[in-house]
């Protein structure tokens, strides 16, 4: 079977295939499914020079251009890749440290917000806009945040061609860090929206404006959210450059929110890399955790924790991996997601269960032990990781470890980002690193609406 382009078909099995360029310029499948490939490019069988490297950017182009088929040539993919990842603060892009024997820290932060969203925002929205100019459209992105998000996606978009990218933020409710990430930045495509609201306003007026088709349409509206498969695709890369750094199969410990980032992981172990296995680590909400543990999905009400980017109430990626272990059973998937929507509530099957813990395993960590073992690191090693990294490493600190089998914790954001947190652990905040010294002489831009979707309409529209 050999065919020009890989082809990509939905969760719930009722989307046309579609092309890794359609994917990435949709995001949600037009049935409310998620986008996986048809069938998994094998890395290893074909020879692929990039399965076994440890440079990023070779790792990247070897991937991207196994998924992207048909869609983008290697070279466009290759530019796409160096341009993305050429503003990062460290050479190695994603570089693996030891910190006490076979326990590793893979650091996911070195991009321009500080948060490994990066890693896969940099080269989707330069993808994108790729696209976009070949489609010869124009696209809206709209987009509610809480904090991190925002960032990472106007450091992405911003100043790149036939895209105009809105922010909404609830006005007051982000760090100083956060808001300024956002409304310092110097492109004239960037729009800032402070709503005078909270984060579920901001999100309810997203959604609201997206079900106004005749405007959506009008405008190009669009969204580069987690489900979009070109973020997995990206952060596929790390798994294989850190696997071939140690040299042999390790166990990857990821903190873990909307399942996007652990679900890369599974998805690089469909491509053919050995890898142990992988733990889920979650804060308070662990709906993640109890899944694993009980097989009953059941959202709960969102706990505020010290691991903001994890405080999520359905992790909207586990479809991805149950997709898989129910064997591509799409009409399951699809019976099942009415069922939830429904019920609020989903009892997998055994069979199910039993897949997802042959690959995966789970532990949750509080407020309490997130301070703690923020502490212990410092104590310990002199290292300072922020709230998210430290509920991963929590979980690897109870695990029993054995001499000769590595671990491998995700750091997915620098410690300065959360500074309270930190202190609230060591006694003091990290030190400032350049990145956010120079964000506090920049000049803001930022538009104050009240929480009303016609004026946010009415205030895009005079913008484009
Ligand atoms: C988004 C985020 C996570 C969670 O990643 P998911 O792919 O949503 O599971 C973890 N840590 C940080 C710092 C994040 O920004």
Redesign the pocket.
Not at 254 to 264: I, L, Q, S, W
């Given at each position: 079977m050999k065919s020009e382009y890989q082809a990509f078909v939905s969760t719930r099995g009722h989307a046309p295939s579609a092309s890794f360029g359609d994917v990435l310029l949709a995001g949600l499948a037009p049935d409310g499914g998620l986008y996986l490939p048809a069938a998994w490019p094998q890395l290893s069988a074909a020879g692929t020079p990039g399965l076994m490297t440890r440079n990023f950017a070779e790792a990247a182009r070897a991937i991207l251009t196994a998924f992207a088929r048909g869609s983008f040539t290697e070279e466009e993919i290759a530019a796409d890749v160096a341009a993305a990842y050429s503003d990062f603060d460290h050479p190695d892009i994603a570089p693996l440290t030891e910190i006490a024997p076979d326990l590793y820290l893979l650091e996911l932060?070195h991009g321009p917000t500080l948060?490994?969203?990066d890693i896969a925002l940099q080269v989707l929205g330069r993808m994108f806009s790729r696209a976009l100019a070949r489609r010869g459209g124009k696209a809206t992105v709209v987009a509610a945040t809480s904090g991190?998000?925002g960032s990472?996606a106007i450091a992405a978009l911003g100043g790149l061609p036939n895209i105009a990218v809105f922010v909404l933020h609830p006005k007051g409710r982000v760090s100083d860090v956060q808001r300024l990430q956002m409304t310092t930045s110097p492109h004239a495509n960037v729009h800032n929206i402070a709503l005078e609201g909270t984060f579920d306003d901001c999100q309810a007026i997203v959604k609201a404006l997206f079900a106004e088709t005749e405007f959506a349409h009008a405008v190009g509206l669009t969204a580069v959210n987690?489900i979009n498969f070109a973020?997995i695709a990206a952060?596929c890369v790390y798994y294989f450059t850190a696997t071939a750094q140690l040299g042999r199969a390790a166990t990857f410990v990821?903190?873990?929110?909307?399942?996007?980032?652990?679900?890369?992981g599974e998805a690089a172990m469909r491509m053919g890399l050995p890898v142990e296995k992988l733990v889920v680590a979650t804060n308070a909400n662990d709906i993640m955790v109890r899944v694993l543990m009980t097989g009953v999905y059941e959202p709960g009400a969102v706990h505020p924790s010290l691991?903001p980017?994890?405080d999520?109430q359905v992790?909207s990626?586990f479809e991805r991996a149950l997709f898989e272990a129910s064997n591509r059973d799409a009409d399951w998937i699809r019976k099942s997601m009415e069922h939830l929507a429904r019920d609020k509530r989903l009892v997998l099957p055994d069979i199910v269960r039993e897949r997802l813990r042959e690959r995966y395993a789970a532990a949750r960590t509080d407020d309490a032990e997130t301070i703690e073992t923020i502490r212990k690191t410092h104590a310990e090693t002199g290292r300072i990781v922020?709230p998210?990294?430290a509920?991963a490493l929590h979980a690897a600190y109870k695990m029993n470890r054995k001499s000769g089998a590595p671990v491998v914790v995700?750091s997915?954001?620098h410690p300065a980002?959360f500074p309270d947190a930190v202190a609230r652990a060591i006694g003091a905040p990290p030190p400032v690193p350049n990145r956010l010294k120079s964000l506090f002489s920049g000049v803001e831009r930022v538009a104050t609406l009240p929480n009303n979707k016609d004026l946010v309409r009415a205030h895009i529209e005079s913008k484009l």
């Open positions: 932060f948060a490994f969203k991190d998000t990472a987690s973020r952060q990821v903190p873990t929110g909307n399942f996007g980032d652990v679900f890369a691991s980017s994890m999520i992790a990626n922020d998210h990294t509920v995700l997915t954001a980002k």
